[in-house]
């Protein structure tokens, strides 16, 4: 059994445990404390973070329990929506915000209730544009405790959307803008326009939907597809496509283009541009380039500089100059020494003065001979009017010049047999004329009638043949001798043909009237002389004895020629004889008949017109009368 010192020293070791236990209790206790009160100050501060941001945010936010009622909300707040500290504790539901925003409570239920969070765009007094964001509230163990309402001004924002919106409208061609997975999120006037126009379905093409799915089907539309997406991947820079869209009324193709939004922001803008222009310009480059390398006429395009700068097929066979051999060099290359100095001075000053120049040309082939052509060359001019090429057309006319040759060597040569026969003819026909005079008067009046009838055939028959030989002559003479071409006024010539059919218009006792004569003529005055003598002699020639000839001459300009118009009162020509009057020995009458005629006085007429360089024709009304009108050069003015 313990003593009593014993069991005071047990008792005292365990106190002394106890003590131990107890500061071991109390180090605990106090290193709590420690961590409690910086947990607090962590919390303080915390508080405190919380009150700074919530002071000095611009967004307007407001903090509501599962009822709905208001726990807090940002100092914001009370400007943007007209919050007061006098609304902690209410209903929201029960005030009344500054908002124009139909949804909102039935909104906030949803979010209430558990539903997604909802964004919605609400204007505000003021003309203020806030962005409503309702969100849900939930605890650190995503309990729902409640809804978040934030309020943003978007109003710069929504103002700088408009203006974009209208500067976009400005653009003609069509514009939209996908986010990163296709979607449109803006499109201009001209988007929407074009696809209204065009069957465009509005849920595909509008904003909010995939652009992806409006791509057409097939094989393009899914090369299309493929070509959008490598770009929102980044995978190219771009993407084009030409495409036709042709409407019920035109023709027309567009230029797709998509290129990437830049700034990191990520998607891409989507263009059409209406290239049916550039299409049709195209078409026709094409067509001319097909025409220029198959005309059969040769073509030399050159520079403002003169050189050469395109050749086509026919030039090279004409010339046997490759494309290769020429260009960069000057037309010169192939020119001929034909033609001195002043011929080429004459040449660039007509083509300076009217942009054009056609006239015969000896150029000069590969191997050094010299050919023929018949060549135009104009001047091509920009936009602004100044010059930016000559373009060079020509013809070899080699086979024509050599032909040319053999009809005028033939011609000559027939013409000088009818001038050497008829010339010769009329030496028998005088000395038979005569003979038969000689026995006429050494007979008398002792033959009878018969036998004075047949020598009245026989001197009627020669001098018939000696009228038809002179108008042979005449008409030989045309054109052997070299045109001098003149000024000269139209009156003159007539006044000359009046005088040398005075007797004629005498007898008749013919009226005559003029009009237009004082215009100028440059051409061969006595081919003009021989027309409206023969045409007036006619005109009183085939007028009926029971009628006074009356005769109008009105001569009037044509562009660059004179035209003059013979009218008569006479007995006028069938129709289907206009033609046929200006052929050779074609009369419409008996022999005997007006006088007679050998039927070539009007193809002497067309003869020298053609000559003048002009034409003549025929009007008439069968027993009425006729008009024949001759064209000829009229003179350049000054």
């Known amino acids: 059994m313990p003593t009593p010192s014993e069991d005071l020293s047990i008792t005292n070791e365990g106190l002394q445990s106890l003590n131990e236990e107890l500061h071991a209790v109390n180090e605990e206790l106090h290193a709590v404390n420690e961590e409690l009160t910086a947990k607090v100050e962590e919390l303080t501060r915390l508080n405190d973070d919380l009150d700074n941001l919530i002071a000095a945010t611009d967004i307007g936010t407001i903090f509501l329990d599962l009822t709905g009622r208001i726990r807090r909300f940002t100092p914001i707040a009370t400007l943007s929506i007209a919050m007061s500290e006098a609304d902690i504790g209410k209903r929201i539901f029960d005030l009344r915000l500054n908002l124009d925003y139909p949804t909102f409570d039935d909104d906030l239920r949803s979010v209430l209730a558990g539903g997604p969070a909802v964004e919605h765009e609400a204007p505000c007094s003021g003309g203020l544009m806030m962005m409503v964001r309702i969100r849900p509230y939930r605890t650190g163990r995503s309990a729902l405790a409640g809804a978040v309402l934030t309020f943003v001004d978007v109003t710069r924002l929504t103002a700088a959307e408009k203006r974009l919106q209208v500067y976009i409208n400005s653009l003609p061609h069509q514009v939209a803008v996908i986010d990163s997975n296709g979607t449109i999120q803006l499109i201009n006037a001209a988007w929407a326009r074009f696809a209204a126009e065009n069957g465009g379905r509005p849920d595909l093409t509008g904003v909010g939907n995939n652009y992806l799915k409006a791509c057409p089907s097939g094989t393009e539309g899914g090369e299309v597809a493929r070509g959008v997406e490598a770009v929102l991947r980044g995978e190219t820079r771009s993407f084009s496509w030409e495409y036709p869209c042709h409407s019920p009324r035109e023709f027309r193709w567009f230029l797709m283009n998509v290129a990437p939004v830049e700034g990191g922001i990520g998607g891409a803008v989507v263009s059409h541009l209406n290239i049916t222009e550039r299409k049709k310009i195209e078409e026709n480059l094409r067509l001319a380039a097909s025409v220029f390398e198959n005309s059969g006429e040769g073509i030399v395009i050159t520079d403002a500089q003169e050189r050469i700068v395109s050749v086509n097929r026919a ?324």
């Open 315 to 638: 030039f090279t066979e004409t010339t046997g100059y490759t494309a290769e051999d020429v260009i960069g060099r000057t037309p010169r290359v192939f020119v001929s020494s034909r033609h001195d100095s002043a011929f080429y001075r004459d040449m660039w000053n007509e083509l300076s003065s009217s942009g054009v120049w056609r006239g015969e040309v000896w150029n000069r082939r590969k191997g050094g001979k010299a050919f023929p052509v018949w060549l135009t060359i104009s001047h091509v001019v920009d936009s602004d009017g100044s010059l930016c090429n000559h373009v060079a057309v020509f013809s070899d006319i080699s086979d024509r010049k050599e032909t040319e040759r053999r009809l005028l060597a033939i011609n000559a040569e027939l013409e000088q047999f009818a001038y050497v026969a008829s010339h010769d003819l009329r030496e028998p026909l005088r000395m038979v004329t005569s003979y038969l005079g000689m026995i006429q008067r050494r007979i008398g009046t002792e033959i009878d009638q018969e036998t004075k009838d047949y020598m009245a055939f026989a001197v009627d028959g020669a001098r018939r043949m000696d009228n038809l030989i002179l108008d042979l002559l005449d008409y030989s003479r045309i054109g052997r001798v070299s045109r001098r071409s003149k000024r000269f006024e139209i009156s003159r010539a007539i006044d000359k043909a009046l005088s040398n059919l005075k007797v004629a218009i005498e007898e008749r006792k013919t009226t005559i009237a003029t009009s237009g004569s004082d215009l100028i003529a440059e051409t061969d005055e006595d081919d003009c002389l021989r027309v409206l003598q023969n045409l007036i002699a006619n005109a009183i020639k085939y007028c009926p004895a029971d009628r006074t000839p009356e005769i109008s001459i009105s001569c009037r300009t044509e562009g660059d020629l004179v035209a003059v118009s013979v009218s008569d009162n006479g007995i006028g020509i069938p129709e289907n004889q206009f033609e046929r009057i200006f052929r050779m020995f074609q009369r419409l009458h008996g022999r005997e008949d007006f006088g007679g005629g050998t039927g070539i006085g009007l193809a002497i007429c067309k003869k020298s017109v053609e000559r003048m360089g002009g034409t003549i024709v025929v009007e008439s009304e069968y027993g009425t009368g006729s008009t024949f009108t001759f064209t000829m050069p009229a003179a350049a003015t000054a």
